[in-house]
């Protein structure tokens, strides 16, 4: 009986340029498994419960067990696969492997995952990624910053998710946590928001979708004039007050619109620190809350303001030249990602030897 809940197929594993890869994320409540070829292609992809809640032995072996149906189903075998990745909501310590606080994972504190998964699932290359470092580099390899000389992807989700690549490496940091976006300070004034670690005046407090929820009951409650007003609920998810923030964005109210507007200042505001940092080519956007993405009126204008913002604070040379777009390959992206990212592992190990 089969352990998935959705199975895709592209193309058949015989069309593919090999070598081939795994890619694995552990997001939400799913484990994602892509095998994907040489060129960034997706040969099948696959989605299972991923058993986070349980202890880790116990995920790692379901994950052992899904690795293997979604080869048996793709026409493959494990001797195929050069390379594997695996990505997850947190990040390991860079000297030990070994699971460094894992958010809303507490027993997987100090597990020794890339082992484990090497011992359950066979897999002789396999290599521990960020979700969003991995998002981040399936944009670069083949996605919406495809050829760029480097890359930023800001995920903007319950918290603000980030991964930067440049010149195809990651940026990890000495701990293990570089790339955390979400916190630099864009507010210093004693009266700023109250970010979730803790801290006042973070990204995170302005433009996660938990900050535009709670900025948004603030301003209904408060009496300003809105259709929010008979759209919100009590039951609402922080997500879902985001996404009626955008709704009535499209049908022109202007407390909706406001909202939307002062995020993109925010966020303008946070990548020009970025952009005088880093000087990436292109900075995506990506995430829930894309207002409505590309092609859209209200994604158009979020974008738009966040340029204009940009522009009017950075170095000219630097925020003219800047790439700004959304992100392109939606919930794929970490699973693509983790496969590119074990490639480029492969690839440079290699070259070292020769």
């Known amino acids: 009986m089969s352990i998935m809940v959705e199975e895709q197929f592209f193309f058949p594993v015989s069309e593919a340029t090999r070598p081939l890869f795994v890619g694995m994320n552990f997001g939400g409540a799913y484990l994602k498994i892509g095998v994907i070829d ?166 995170e407090a302005y433009c996660s979708s938990t900050a535009i929820a709670r900025h948004t009951r603030e301003l209904v409650e408060t009496g300003h004039a809105t259709s929010l007003k008979d759209r919100l609920t009590p039951e609402d ?8 923030v955008y709704e009535e964005a499209e049908k022109g109210d202007k407390l909706a619109t406001h909202i939307i507007r002062e995020c993109a200042r925010f966020l303008g505001l946070g990548i020009v620190t970025l952009l005088h940092t880093m000087d990436p080519e292109y900075v995506l956007i990506g995430g829930e809350m894309m207002f409505g993405g590309k092609g859209s009126k209200i994604g158009n204008m979020f974008l738009s303001r966040i340029r204009e913002e940009i522009e009017s604070k950075s170095i000219r040379r630097m925020g003219h030249n800047l790439k700004l777009d959304f992100a392109a390959l939606g919930a794929y992206a970490s699973t693509i990602g983790a496969a590119g990212l074990a490639r480029e592992e492969v690839s440079l190990f290699s070259v070292v030897e020769e």
């Open 38 to 203: 040489n060129e960034g292609r997706t040969i099948s992809f696959f989605a299972t419960p991923h058993h986070g809640e349980k202890e880790p032995e116990e995920s790692m072996k379901h994950t052992a067990q899904a690795l293997q149906e979604a080869l048996e189903k793709t026409g493959t075998q494990l001797s195929s696969i050069a390379a594997a990745g695996y990505s997850f909501p947190s990040s390991v310590a860079p000297k030990t492997n070994l699971m460094h606080r894992p958010p809303n994972y507490p027993t997987w504190e100090g597990y020794p995952i890339v082992s484990k998964l090497a011992e359950y699932t066979g897999l002789q290359s396999i290599t521990f990624y960020n979700n969003a470092n991995a998002a981040a580099y399936a944009e670069y390899w083949v996605g919406a910053s495809k050829g760029s000389h480097s890359s930023c992807l800001l995920l903007l989700d319950r918290g603000i998710g980030s991964g930067f690549i440049i010149e195809g490496r990651e940026i990890r940091g000495f701990t293990g946590c570089g790339g955390e976006f979400g916190h630099i300070i864009v507010d210093p004034s004693p009266g700023a928001r109250w970010c979730s670690c803790l801290q006042q005046g973070h990204l």
């Open 237 to 244: 998810e922080l997500f879902t007050i985001a996404r009626k």
